[in-house]
């Protein structure tokens, strides 16, 4: 027992004098200050659409109330004038405008009569662009359609008094009106009620804290190699052997965990601390299963200044596959099997 004592005690020191070990805690100490200093940033929850309504009729005042009072991704509002409209175009702060013409409503059945809808749109509005004026239309045919519904009645004679008028009106308001023909219900909802929302730059303090536990796992690994190259472990049998892989590897990776707990809590970034911490096991188990493999290779060189060549190379490919830089869900079918490899991007 004195012994394995001694050992731990060796050990921590060796783990907490490293320089790397001391880097990775201040570097993710930093950047958790970072994530909490970073100040919040107002940030468009829409995509503004500016609305001239020229149009005096109840029916297009209406249809514009309506348009401006959804609630989607699209946020209309009306201007007073073509210069306003042009002037917040000129600014950014609009991509997309609508001028309803006079006497759009009423000459809207008629086609010789008919007014257009002028749209105005700048480059950056892009496809979106179409998609609002779906929203537009929509609003206007079915208030509109009642127009066509009345004129093809009255053609047809299906209209014989007033009495029959008020029935259409009344069969069109419950049957048509309450509909959305057009509609785009996909983009509906009570999701966004605010034309800003606050957002703050997103460090991915647990990504970097992943890789570190596992970067603290493979110097646990390093000293363990050099310790057996060493001929500590000459006289210890296989269970002990065992034993001492566990508490290199293990004072470097438990006080690595801590560090990433206690910066989870301070930013708090949604973790669950179960999974950390089997995350930390998982890592253990990798670093005694690589840490015996080389032990038991055949050769005669120093293991430790083979796995020391070989892990600056695993431990970039490590950081490109953690996710730190690369979504990995956007990765291809191939380079997501091989992320398997490196532990990193299970975290």
Same mark, same amino acid.
């Given at each position: 027992m004195k012994l394995l004592l001694n050992r731990i005690r060796i050990a921590s020191k060796r783990s907490i004098l490293s320089p790397i070990m001391l880097i990775m805690v201040l570097l993710i100490l930093i950047l958790s200050v970072l994530q909490l200093t970073i100040p919040d940033k107002q940030k468009s929850a829409f995509i503004p659409i500016a609305i001239l309504n020229n149009d005096t009729n109840e029916?297009?005042?209406a249809a514009v109330e309506e348009l401006c009072s959804m609630k989607s991704v699209f946020h209309f509002y009306e201007v007073d *004038? @073509?210069?306003?409209?042009?002037?917040?175009?000129?600014?950014?702060e609009v991509a997309t405008g609508y001028i309803i013409p006079e006497d759009f409503y009423i000459n809207s059945k008629t086609s010789s009569k008919a007014r257009e809808i002028v749209i105005i749109s700048t480059p950056a509005a892009g496809a979106l662009s179409s998609l609002a004026t779906e929203e537009v239309f929509s609003r206007f045919f079915r208030r509109s359609a009642k127009l066509f519904t009345e004129e093809?009645?009255?053609?047809?004679g299906l209209i014989r *008094? @007033?009495?029959d008028r008020m029935l259409l009106y009344e069969i069109y308001d419950e049957k048509v009106s309450g509909s959305e023909i057009f509609a785009m219900k996909g983009l509906e909802g009570g999701e966004y009620n605010d034309n800003t929302r606050t957002e703050k730059v997103d460090i991915p303090v647990y990504k970097f804290a992943g890789l570190f536990i596992y970067t603290a796992a493979l110097m646990g690994i390093m000293a363990f190699l050099s310790d057996y190259d060493n001929k500590i472990y000459l006289r210890f049998n296989l269970i002990e052997k065992v034993y001492m892989t566990l508490i290199q590897i293990g004072v470097f990776t438990v006080p690595m965990t801590a560090v990433s707990i206690l910066a989870f809590v301070v930013t708090k970034a949604r973790f669950n601390i179960w999974w950390v911490l089997g995350?930390?096991?998982?890592?253990?188990?990798v670093?005694?299963?690589?840490?015996?493999v080389f032990a038991l290779l055949p050769i005669r060189s120093s293991r430790s200044s083979i796995f020391a060549a070989i892990l600056p190379v695993y431990l970039i490919l490590c950081f490109l596959f953690s996710g730190v830089l690369f979504d990995l869900a956007s990765f291809s079918p191939l380079l997501k099997g091989l992320s398997l490899i490196f532990p990193p991007s299970f975290f």
């Amino acid at each position: 027992m004195k012994l394995l004592l001694n050992r731990i005690r060796i050990a921590s020191k060796r783990s907490i004098l490293s320089p790397i070990m001391l880097i990775m805690v201040l570097l993710i100490l930093i950047l958790s200050v970072l994530q909490l200093t970073i100040p919040d940033k107002q940030k468009s929850a829409f995509i503004p659409i500016a609305i001239l309504n020229n149009d005096t009729n109840e029916e297009s005042i209406a249809a514009v109330e309506e348009l401006c009072s959804m609630k989607s991704v699209f946020h209309f509002y009306e201007v007073d *004038s @073509e210069d306003e409209m042009y002037a917040q175009m000129a600014a950014g702060e609009v991509a997309t405008g609508y001028i309803i013409p006079e006497d759009f409503y009423i000459n809207s059945k008629t086609s010789s009569k008919a007014r257009e809808i002028v749209i105005i749109s700048t480059p950056a509005a892009g496809a979106l662009s179409s998609l609002a004026t779906e929203e537009v239309f929509s609003r206007f045919f079915r208030r509109s359609a009642k127009l066509f519904t009345e004129e093809i009645f009255e053609e047809e004679g299906l209209i014989r *008094s @007033e009495e029959d008028r008020m029935l259409l009106y009344e069969i069109y308001d419950e049957k048509v009106s309450g509909s959305e023909i057009f509609a785009m219900k996909g983009l509906e909802g009570g999701e966004y009620n605010d034309n800003t929302r606050t957002e703050k730059v997103d460090i991915p303090v647990y990504k970097f804290a992943g890789l570190f536990i596992y970067t603290a796992a493979l110097m646990g690994i390093m000293a363990f190699l050099s310790d057996y190259d060493n001929k500590i472990y000459l006289r210890f049998n296989l269970i002990e052997k065992v034993y001492m892989t566990l508490i290199q590897i293990g004072v470097f990776t438990v006080p690595m965990t801590a560090v990433s707990i206690l910066a989870f809590v301070v930013t708090k970034a949604r973790f669950n601390i179960w999974w950390v911490l089997g995350y930390m096991f998982i890592m253990l188990a990798v670093g005694i299963l690589i840490g015996t493999v080389f032990a038991l290779l055949p050769i005669r060189s120093s293991r430790s200044s083979i796995f020391a060549a070989i892990l600056p190379v695993y431990l970039i490919l490590c950081f490109l596959f953690s996710g730190v830089l690369f979504d990995l869900a956007s990765f291809s079918p191939l380079l997501k099997g091989l992320s398997l490899i490196f532990p990193p991007s299970f975290f």
